[in-house]
């Protein structure tokens, strides 16, 4: 009678943790396109990503993504450069477009920095601007001293490479 019991109580233990497991780890597959309102062209490179969560995706050439995101009601954030930031919520279907609103600014006013976009009259930096072209054919070993000479106020240094070495 009582091993009856010890097997019953282990055999519901078993049955809620598998239950408890298969719950925890689901999630949906999202596809999609994103569009220029205007042109109806696709964009390439927008990021795509699921308000409160962390993971993310860019669309590819042909505007397309796919995304997985945890089961239930899913809201997606989208944002590129030139164009309003937005967010719509995903349909059952798990397949969405979206159409992007180009922004009315003056491209030449915004500025890309290492941390996102900002307008060119809030910068407190200097900004300069060297052509691809003009660095590309140069034989450096870096970077930093193809940009040596052709952007006002940038010092390079170069040092030895060996740990601890003093700066010159």
Aim: aromatic share 4%.
């Amino acid at each position: 009678m009582y091993f009856k019991h010890i097997l019953k109580f282990t055999c519901l233990l078993l049955l809620i943790a598998l239950c408890h497991n298969q719950a925890i780890g689901q999630t949906k597959s999202i596809t999609g396109v994103v569009v220029s309102d205007s042109a109806n062209a696709p964009l390439e490179g927008v990021t795509i990503s699921v308000k409160g969560g962390v993971s993310s995706v860019t669309t590819d050439k042909n505007g397309r993504f796919t995304l997985n995101a945890p089961l239930g009601k899913t809201i997606l954030v989208y944002s590129y450069v030139g164009y309003e930031r937005g967010d719509v919520e995903v349909p059952e279907s798990g397949e969405i477009s979206i159409s992007m609103k180009k922004l009315d600014l003056k491209m030449d006013e915004i500025v890309v920095v290492g941390y996102g976009t900002q307008k060119r009259s809030k910068l407190t930096g200097a900004v300069a601007k060297v052509d691809p072209e003009e660095v590309q054919d140069i034989p450096v070993a870096n970077i930093a001293a193809a940009l040596r000479g052709r952007v006002a106020g940038l010092g390079v240094t170069q040092v030895s490479g060996r740990p601890g070495a003093a700066l010159r």
